[in-house]
């Protein structure tokens, strides 16, 4: 196959990513803004021999993508913050049980139903600590249409070579902005496959892990039998209440992802070499943020961006060496600085961070983002 060249909105390119990394179930719930994934899918899944469930609610949509997975197939479902919310205990189920899935979540103002059709960040810290208990996750964050397809494509590849839930966190001013793109030809991608078992099924212990910490995952229907439950479980995936077996099978839960930061966590920088002023963005706000530099640039300002492409696990580390580089970082976000929060963190007191927040529904304009880099110039 050859590379394809598409005018497409970001829900679409999602849509697309997850054809090509090999998915072949998505159930959901139509919820705006997210809505058009599951559209496009409704048509595509069954061109590739997939199969498209449209279930009766959000609760039910997370179970199904759950079941089909532990059954072989690669599975997605969509939502925005209604919706996500509703997933959030099977989304713990998926992590207890290690159970790879990708969570889509194209966001939209809140708290409750909110503002529909309006763009907003502010699901940032329920996406990391959304279903209760200490667990491991990956959150993605495209700031435009082809990083849509290529972070969905590494969404799905984190997912099952880490055997945990990913999370790709649109806004939807991403998820609904029409770009040229031109995709890579599908044969050209590299696909990560879990890892299965290499003993007969007599002899398969479902939560063995070698040094990897990532167990081999056998898949219901090919002659392996075992349990599964969100109940704390020893290796035989049966519930334990042997303290030993507790902490063993929790802390390899919680610090698999700790062996794989260097490779998970993704950002890019732009003009910080120099820099005496910062500005850390993500999503769409990324985008006004890059005009807003430039324009920095072009009157001698000394500006610098990291765009985070990986929100969880956090760049704390990058992040603080940046602080020590510059006076200030300015953090601009639909929400009332969830992130920047997370960057204050990091920092430490090296830089002092500068909020510049919207929950009214409208996009952060570059002048307001000059403007701050101005002030503290």
Not at 51 to 67: L, S
Not at 231 to 251: K, S, W
Request: charged residues 25%; aromatic residues 6%; contains cysteine.
């Amino acid at each position: 196959m050859k590379a394809r060249t598409f005018m497409m909105q970001g829900n679409q390119a999602v849509a697309e990513g997850a054809i090509d990394a090999g998915c072949r179930f998505f159930a959901g719930y139509p919820i705006t803004p997210s809505s058009e994934i599951a559209e496009y899918l409704s048509g595509r899944l069954p061109e590739v021999g997939g199969r498209f469930m449209q279930m009766e609610d959000e609760i039910a949509a997370m179970g199904a993508v759950i079941g089909a997975s532990l059954g072989g197939m690669k599975s997605m479902t969509a939502t925005s913050g209604p919706g996500f919310s509703l997933k959030q205990e099977n989304i713990g189920f998926a992590s207890m049980t290690e159970v790879p899935v990708v969570i889509v979540n194209v966001m939209r103002g809140g708290p409750s139903t909110g503002l529909p059709t309006m763009p907003s960040q502010a699901d940032v810290m329920q996406a990391r600590w959304g279903t209760h208990g200490d667990h491991p996750i990956i959150v993605l964050a495209p700031g435009g249409v082809r990083e849509a397809y290529d972070l969905t494509v590494q969404a799905f590849n984190m997912s099952e070579e880490y055997r945990v839930p990913v999370i790709l966190l649109l806004d939807e001013i991403v998820g609904h902005v029409h770009e040229k793109v031109t995709l890579p030809a599908p044969d050209e991608l590299v696909i990560i496959d879990r890892k299965k078992p290499t003993v007969p099924p007599e002899e398969y212990l479902p939560y063995v892990a070698d040094e990897t910490l990532v167990p081999p995952m056998a898949n219901f229907g090919e002659g392996y039998r075992y349990h599964v439950t969100g109940l704390v479980h020893d290796e035989t995936g049966f519930p334990t209440n042997v303290t030993e077996e507790i902490e063993a099978q929790l802390m390899r839960l919680n610090t698999k992802l700790d062996r794989y930061e260097d490779e998970i966590i993704q950002f890019e920088e732009t003009l910080t070499e120099d820099a005496k002023i910062g500005v850390v963005a993500y999503g769409s706000t990324a985008r006004s943020a890059r005009s807003a530099l430039l324009r920095a640039r072009d009157e001698d300002i000394s500006a610098g961006m990291i765009r985070l492409q990986t929100i969880w696990p956090f760049p704390t580390d990058r992040i603080r060496e940046f602080a020590r580089q510059v006076s200030h970082i300015v953090v601009p976000e639909l929400n009332l600085g969830q992130i920047a929060h997370e960057v204050e963190h990091a920092a430490r007191g090296e830089a002092e961070v500068v909020r510049i927040n919207r929950i009214s529904g409208e996009p952060i304009h570059p002048d307001e983002i000059l403007a701050a880099i101005k002030e503290y110039w």
